[in-house]
């Protein structure tokens, strides 16, 4: 698929025609306090959408080298079917700073060799468009405002998926989540040589979580406070929530 031609551009206005409606659609459930029909509906339709594409790649275009489900985003789709049923703030922060830092990366600069009509590229966009949705609808349209704790759980959580991916990496010689070269055009060739983009991409990347969460919780200002006081915990005695 050629940057910024036809295929790309296509999914790049389904993408911000999206991100609106799920702005709106957030605000207008955003005082209902617990998960919607609609939030849940949609966290069925994540891997309704997604794991076919996926499995069909495996069975009849598998390639170790860009298969497996070691990218970063082959995860942020579980957190956002976490965070979309339940709106408990560690898949909610999982997927608004994976979401919004790493996965959106995917929309803007696509690393991806196969077009329409190959079965690679549905399920590239599917599984990229909606992460990207979901962390609009949770933060921006529902107001569930990540905390420092979930900055700090986010953090340690990403750290140890990229010590892990790495290790797979120098034994399968792959480049999942571009560890050890960088992908053909990406946001990536303004950092320096390997090693030391991705040391440089890491420093970043947890400098701009810390922004998004210092500006999150401001922008949202009173809003977040039920997000930060109370998680939901149905099988508590009693219901309701548990202050935390």
């Given at each position: 698929?050629?940057?910024?031609?036809?295929?790309?551009?296509?999914p790049?206005a389904?993408?911000?025609?999206?991100a609106?409606a799920?702005v709106v659609?957030?605000?207008?459930h955003?005082s209902?306090g617990?998960?919607?029909?609609?939030?849940?509906?949609?966290a069925?339709?994540?891997?309704?959408?997604t794991?076919?594409?996926?499995?069909?790649d495996?069975?009849?275009?598998?390639?170790?080298?860009?298969t497996?489900p070691?990218?970063l985003?082959?995860?942020?789709?579980?957190?956002?079917?976490?965070a979309?049923?339940?709106?408990?703030?560690?898949?909610?922060?999982l997927?608004?700073?994976?979401?919004l830092t790493?996965?959106?990366?995917?929309?803007?600069t696509p690393s991806?060799?196969?077009?329409?009509p190959?079965p690679?590229?549905?399920?590239?966009w599917?599984l990229?468009?909606?992460?990207?949705w979901?962390?609009?609808?949770?933060?921006?349209?529902?107001?569930l405002?990540?905390r420092?704790?979930d900055?700090?759980?986010v953090v340690?959580t990403?750290?140890v998926?990229?010590?892990a991916?790495y290790v797979?990496?120098v034994?399968?010689?792959?480049n999942?989540?571009?560890?050890m070269?960088?992908?053909?055009?990406s946001i990536?060739?303004l950092?320096?040589?390997w090693?030391?983009?991705v040391?440089?991409e890491?420093?970043?990347v947890?400098?701009?979580?810390?922004?998004?969460?210092?500006?999150?919780?401001?922008?949202?200002?009173?809003?977040a406070?039920r997000?930060?006081a109370a998680?939901?915990v149905?099988?508590?005695?009693?219901?309701?929530?548990?202050?935390?």
């Amino acid at each position: 698929m050629i940057q910024y031609g036809p295929t790309h551009l296509a999914p790049l206005a389904v993408f911000l025609v999206g991100a609106v409606a799920a702005v709106v659609l957030g605000r207008r459930h955003a005082s209902r306090g617990r998960p919607t029909r609609f939030s849940r509906t949609c966290a069925v339709l994540v891997p309704v959408a997604t794991v076919p594409l996926q499995v069909v790649d495996l069975l009849v275009n598998f390639d170790l080298r860009v298969t497996l489900p070691l990218h970063l985003c082959d995860l942020a789709w579980v957190a956002a079917t976490w965070a979309l049923w339940s709106h408990r703030p560690f898949p909610v922060a999982l997927t608004f700073f994976w979401g919004l830092t790493l996965t959106i990366q995917g929309i803007v600069t696509p690393s991806l060799n196969e077009d329409l009509p190959h079965p690679r590229y549905f399920a590239f966009w599917a599984l990229h468009l909606l992460i990207v949705w979901a962390a609009v609808y949770l933060v921006v349209g529902l107001r569930l405002v990540p905390r420092w704790r979930d900055y700090r759980a986010v953090v340690l959580t990403t750290l140890v998926w990229a010590a892990a991916t790495y290790v797979f990496n120098v034994v399968a010689d792959t480049n999942y989540g571009y560890l050890m070269r960088k992908p053909g055009r990406s946001i990536l060739d303004l950092l320096g040589p390997w090693p030391w983009y991705v040391v440089e991409e890491i420093l970043i990347v947890l400098a701009v979580w810390a922004l998004m969460t210092l500006a999150a919780r401001r922008w949202i200002g009173s809003g977040a406070h039920r997000v930060e006081a109370a998680v939901d915990v149905d099988d508590l005695p009693g219901g309701g929530r548990e202050q935390v």
